[in-house]
């Protein structure tokens, strides 16, 4: 009899988490819990300002404080040939500033000593004296004629723009444009930068040891082995004489992608001392200076016929990249996959344009639990198809049904290849959830009690899991993943893989591919991640990508070690291999159904009874080049209730529907969602890191950037639909990032929904009550964008 | 040369002597002190509260008490819930329910958890969510962290055990 899966927590068993023994005991692992002999501290002195040049720098108070061992400024890196360092987007970043602070918070000097007190009271003992420049914190302001030249240290540089790109049919767009019958409609609206702050910042340990020349970086990220490239570079060391370990992640949401100068300085006195030396980013650290995301600016018209199918669209989008264009995206997508946008809707035609500016900003367009700028495209598509609802006339859900992609697969607008989905299925199910008739019937009778009651709907497919290789890479890197399977004499295995959990659970979930591929119960199954010595190269977890291709992997691998045992199951047997069959964890004879072996047994036999000729040991690896990214489809409604007198709403009930195909685990599907889902609400309802006129920094700690706690974030009702993946070996479609792509649009399409009666047709995120309160009784629009100088 | 200060803190039911700098922060007591690193730091400004502890069995966050305020009291942190065979009910609840992600908010929100069911051991929604309001968690969106807490009184009210676990919160 074959096993029964989910008991042995295969596919589809909602198993709980093996990470958890440690975390819940406080046990986990993460940089600052790490203590190496000899280690010492490094604190980093941050400018104060947005844009000034530096006239002078004066550290000797700080080299002699008692227990400080090293400070580095701009012009030692320099000496090191480390003054700059070269970007995900292959522009250069300062690692210390040599010429001229560009943004506040930018990175000065470090201060290395025998503990973090100690550093930090040499980092206060620094002087330094600026002479401000004019800061910039929006393109309008970059664009303008006179503005400084943020980027004067790049050769050629003659104005603020860092990339301008275009995608798309413009000629048929413009004639589809040009037809009268057609209704147009336009709308702007303004994505506010966000920060992904996980709770755990930003943190090394650097090791180099002296005798063996080899360098040991404990480093929270969520990418290792590209990290182990990128240092290899700059460092100009072998990679196999870098062993990068990423140990536990407390969070990384994006935030933990990238190279930050203070690791660089870390290494570099790790090399210099020859000790470890440990830095942990402190909060406004984080949140002032390292990856922010979203900032852009998007302007839409599209044109659309009396029957609501829209028939052409026209984009433009100005990103504000900040100092330096440090985004984490494909080589060739100058804004990432934002042009999946209207990816759900078959439109025959799109033509999209997109710029991006230096400001004195610190560097921004990290992708943020998204696929490089979805989020973006996701929030503005489900926005404007709200608005265009309403100029036309018609429901919003009819609206976005009219247009939806019914057959696969599906060529979008602007090039990517939709494979499979139920769009309609989904849809239906979550309006059912909601009662979306009985509301509309209640929102009338409340507006007639002067109740506001509002209605929003975000619908979405998502491109997740990059690559294939063809189309994806990072700085030149191509977009795969790996997995490497080891089964043990006892039948017992260790999974390695190139991916990195930040509190996603692959230590459980990928145990349960190999038990649906294996038959081996997932408990026996040890998942190894993290490690660049132990692990094979892949490309780390971001983008919704884990499961995509490491799991694809993982799979990939299980099946290659699944034909080996069955040449062992075929010498146990005494048949022949062609009359060997499989069912869950058992070889057997085709016609002798009785006479069968485990796998249990097969692992034994390879390292005690092979055959001749048959290589001993059960063991292999997998790298898996996806044909195409997956495409989850997502519908999230929620229904609100604002407050007349103060502008303030409250959600009343929310509804998630997500395709995600097979579902490994559905209890981590769900707590991903829920993950998600939270900081959509977050962003649409009140977190807002801004910044003044001068560049400052406002939501600079979590009092002022306020992400929401238990009290203020509702309830999250969830259902499911299965339209498993054409090509993935085992059906599945990312899903970490769904929640927060598709369900800010939701929050807010609810408010605007509430007052839309009004006129009111957008108020940008975050929809703070004040915000709200002005859209209501000045009847118009409320735009977030950031302050010109003097206001 | 800063000042250094004897205190003695009963850390997890043990007393625990050292010379610390009278600017030394609790936090940084217990993990660099005493070794215990359940006991996490997340930002400068007592919002997130990463560090909570019990303090003489209330729940305070550890960044914001000084290591000398401590002297003479009784801490509790994550390593001093249930015992190294059996997991407290609150720990079991989270656990069960899913109540954690990156694990990096854990420990102070089961400390602060396991504080309030021993005061409210039967709560609504509403109050568990009320009474986790000092507490971020950047990973689960708190679905389950609130059916973790409830499934932690459960199994207080059929097992007759603390919240802590055996031993009750002196
Ligand atoms: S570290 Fe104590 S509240 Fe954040
Ligand atoms: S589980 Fe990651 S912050 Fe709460």
Redesign the pocket.
């Known amino acids: 009899m074959a096993l029964d899966e989910i008991q042995i927590g295969g596919l589809g068993a909602s198993r709980k988490r093996v990470e958890d023994a440690r ?1 819940i005991r406080g046990k986990g692992n993460y940089i600052d819990d790490f203590k190496l002999p000899g280690m010492l501290h490094m604190e980093t002195l941050r400018a104060p300002i947005a844009h000034a040049r530096i006239t002078s720098l004066d550290t000797s108070k700080a080299w002699m404080t008692p227990g400080v061992h090293l400070v580095v400024t701009g012009e030692m890196a320099a000496q090191h040939n480390l003054a700059w360092m070269p970007t995900l987007s292959y522009d250069t970043q300062a690692v210390l500033v040599t010429d001229k602070v560009r943004f506040q918070g930018q990175e000065i000097a470090c201060v290395v000593a025998d503990d973090p007190y100690i550093a930090k009271d040499a980092c206060e003992a620094i002087t330094v004296e600026y002479d401000p420049l004019p800061p910039i914190v929006n393109p309008q302001q970059a664009l303008a004629p006179g503005a400084p030249i943020i980027r004067d240290d790049k050769a050629g540089q003659t104005n603020n723009i860092c990339y301008t790109w275009e995608v798309g049919d413009k000629e048929n767009t413009e004639r589809v444009f040009a037809d009268p019958n057609l209704q147009i409609v336009s709308q702007d609206i303004y994505y506010p930068r966000t920060h992904a702050c ?3 910042c930003n943190a090394i340990i650097s090791d180099y040891n002296s005798a063996t020349g080899k360098l040991t970086i404990y480093l929270t990220t969520q990418a290792p082995h590209i990290i182990r490239t990128a240092v290899a570079l700059v460092a100009e060391l072998p990679e196999h004489m870098i062993r990068v370990i990423a140990p536990d992640l ?2 990384g949401f994006g935030n933990k992608v990238p190279v930050y100068p203070s690791y660089v300085i870390a290494i570099l006195a790790s090399i210099l001392l020859t000790r470890p030396v440990k830095w942990i980013e402190d909060k406004t650290g984080n949140l002032i200076s390292s990856s922010f995301a979203r900032d852009i600016y998007f302007h839409c018209d599209a044109a659309i016929r009396k029957d609501g199918k829209i028939q052409a669209v026209r984009i433009h989008a100005d990103t504000d990249n900040g100092g330096f264009f440090s985004d984490a995206q494909p080589t060739k997508f100058k804004i990432g996959l934002f042009h999946s946008i209207f990816g759900c809707y078959d439109i025959p035609y799109g033509y999209m344009t997109a710029q991006g500016h230096y400001t004195n900003k610190a560097p921004g367009g990290v992708a943020y639990r998204c696929s490089f700028r979805i989020t973006e495209s996701m929030l503005f598509q489900e926005r404007f198809m709200q608005t265009c609802a309403y100029e036309i006339g018609m429901d919003q859900a009819e609206f976005r049904r009219v247009n939806f992609v019914r057959e696969f697969p599906h060529r979008t607008t602007f090039g990517f290849l939709l494979d499979s989905g139920d769009y309609d299925k989904c849809l239906d199910l979550g309006l059912e959830k909601i009662d979306y008739y009985g509301f509309l019937e209640r929102q009338k009778q409340a507006r007639s009690q002067g109740r506001l009651l509002g209605i929003g709907i975000s619908t979405m497919s998502e491109p997740l899991g990059a690559g294939n290789s063809r189309e994806y890479d990072i700085i030149g890197i191509k977009m795969f993943d790996s997995a490497e399977l080891r089964v043990h004499p006892s039948g017992k295995a260790v999974l390695k893989i190139g991916s990195k959990t930040q ?1 996603q659970g692959h230590e459980t979930t990928f145990a349960q591919i190999v038990t649906h591929e294996l038959g081996i119960p997932a408990d026996d199954i040890l998942v190894q991640h993290g490690d660049t010595d132990n692990t094979p190269f892949g490309m780390g977890t971001y983008a919704s990508r884990s499961t995509p291709t490491a799991g694809a992997a993982t799979a990939m691998v299980s099946r290659k070690v699944r034909a080996k045992a069955k040449k062992l199951a075929a010498h146990l047997l005494e048949v022949s291999e062609e009359d060997v069959e499989w069912e869950l964890g058992r070889f057997y004879v085709r016609s002798a159904p009785n006479r069968g072996v485990t796998i249990q047994d097969c692992a034994f036999a390879a390292y005690t009874n092979m055959p001749d000729g048959l290589e001993p040991g059960l063991e292999n690896n997998a790298y898996y080049d996806p044909p195409n990214m997956t495409w989850p489809f997502d519908v999230y409604i929620t229904t609100v209730e604002v407050d007349p007198d103060t502008g303030e709403w409250d959600v009343l009930k929310f509804i998630g529907v997500d395709d995600c195909g097979v579902r490994i685990n559905p209890m981590i599907v769900e707590a991903q969602l829920h ?1 998600g889902l939270a900081e959509a609400f977050a962003m649409a309802y009140h977190q807002m890191i801004t910044f003044d006129s001068q560049g400052n920094c406002i939501g600079a700690n979590y009092m002022d950037y306020m992400i929401p706690t238990a009290w203020e974030t509702p309830h999250f009702e969830l259902y499911e639909v299965v339209t498993p993946s054409p090509h993935h070996p085992i059906g599945c479609k990312g899903i970490g990032e769904c929640g927060c792509v598709g369900g800010p649009a939701a929050f807010v399409n609810a408010v605007v929904d509430a007052i839309a009666h009004l006129g009111v047709r957008n108020i940008d995120m975050p929809c703070l009550s004040s915000r709200v309160w002005e859209a209501m009784h000045y009847k118009h629009d409320v735009p977030g964008t950031p302050p010109l100088p003097g206001t | 040369m800063p000042e250094f200060r004897n205190v003695v803190v009963t850390v997890n039911e043990e007393p625990r002597e050292a010379e610390i700098e009278p600017r030394l922060l609790l936090v940084h007591f217990l993990r660099e002190v005493c070794g215990l690193t359940g006991t996490h730091f997340g930002c400068d400004t007592t919002s997130c509260g ?1 560090c909570t502890v019990l303090f003489d069995g209330v729940p305070v966050k550890s960044c914001t008490v000084l290591g000398v305020q401590a002297d003479g009291h009784e801490i509790i942190t994550v390593e001093g819930l249930g015992s190294p065979s059996e997991l407290s009910p609150v720990q079991e609840g989270f656990h069960e329910e899913h ?8 420990p102070g ?1 089961m400390m602060t958890a396991t504080a309030f069911l021993d005061e409210n051991p039967n709560p609504t929604e509403e109050e568990i969510r009320w009474a986790l309001s000092g507490n ?5 969106g708190y679905v389950n ?1 609130v059916k973790a807490v409830k499934w932690a009184a459960k199994k207080m009210a059929t097992s007759g055990v603390s919240a802590r676990g055996a031993a009750p919160i002196r």
Not at chain 2, 99 to 106: E, I, K, R, S, Y
Not at chain 2, 136 to 140: E, H, I, K, L, V
């Open positions: 975390f996980p709770i755990e407390g969070g509190g993950g | 990463c109540g954690l992600q990156c694990g990096f908010c854990t929100m971020n968690c950047r990973c689960t962290i």
